[in-house]
T-cell receptor, first 119, second 115 residues
Framework: AQTVTQSQPEMSVQEAETVTLSCTYD???????LFWYKQPPSRQMILVIR??????QNATENRFSVNFQKAAKSFSLKISDSQLGDAAMYFC????????????????FGEGTQLTVNP | SAVISQKPSRDICQRGTSLTIQCQVD?????MFWYRQQPGQSLTLIAT?????????ESGFVIDKFPISRPNLTFSTLTVSNMSPEDSSIYLC????????????FGEGSWLTVV
């Protein structure tokens, strides 16, 4: 079974600076998807960024980018020019490709990293 | 992305009662999922709701406690039965968007407190 580990329960960053959140995972599969979700106090899960394992190029979405190291099974999230609205719980998640029975449907989450942005 | 609406958004429930959470999607989706997030914890998949067949439950979750309906491709319900304080959680509906690499999107969540 796949596991996802976020080793940083809490992180803080000054407004306008850059912060990196760590995520590692364990899998025997070669094809899969990785995601970062943001959960603000409203509790809604908001997709931040997605990475397909077969793509070598790191995904980027505006101020958010990932460092995907497939061999190391590492998937870190970098937030540039941090804003107060970035303060939230961030979850790293793994998903098998569709078709892998029910496991292909399941998102496996890490424990989360609580990000604080200081003004 | 798909727009997912959940009702209720928040409720306080009496011990021993049951509550049904509704999930409505603005487009037809093959896969709908129900997750639970207990206070201070990460998300755990309860079950996958299949249209036209019984839901597929994850280990530790049973149909008698969490019956699920999926009458069509845009709607599902999750019932939390015979509630106890341990059921106080956020329950989230989610869908897989086949047009966007099977990315999974979430509804706003239903925050239940059992007293």
């Amino acid at each position: 079974a796949q596991t996802v580990t976020q080793s940083q329960p809490e992180m803080s960053v000054q407004e306008a600076e850059t912060v990196t959140l760590s995520c590692t995972y364990d899998t025997s599969e070669s094809d899969y998807y990785l995601f970062w979700y943001k959960q603000p106090p409203s509790r809604q899960m908001i997709l931040v960024i997605r990475q397909e394992a077969y793509k070598q190029q790191n995904a980027t979405e505006n101020r958010f980018s990932v460092n995907f190291q497939k061999a190391a099974k590492s998937f870190s999230l970098k937030i540039s020019d941090s804003q107060l609205g970035d303060a939230a719980m961030y979850f790293c998640a793994y998903r098998s490709p569709p078709g892998r029975e029910t496991s292909g449907s399941r998102l496996t989450f890490g424990e989360g990293t609580q990000l604080t942005v200081n003004p | 992305s798909a727009v997912i609406s959940q009702k209720p958004s928040r409720d306080i429930c009496q011990r021993g009662t049951s509550l049904t959470i509704q999930c409505q999607v603005d487009s037809q989706v093959t896969m709908m999922f129900w997750y639970r997030q207990q206070p201070g914890q990460s998300l755990t998949l309860i079950a996958t709701a299949n249209q036209g067949s019984e839901a597929t439950y994850e280990s530790g979750f049973v149909i008698d406690k969490f019956p699920i309906s999926r009458p069509n491709l845009t709607f599902s319900t999750l019932t939390v039965s015979n509630m106890s304080p341990e059921d106080s959680s956020i329950y989230l509906c989610s869908v897989a968007d086949l047009l966007r690499g099977n990315t999974i999107y979430f509804g706003e969540g239903s925050w239940l407190t059992v007293v």
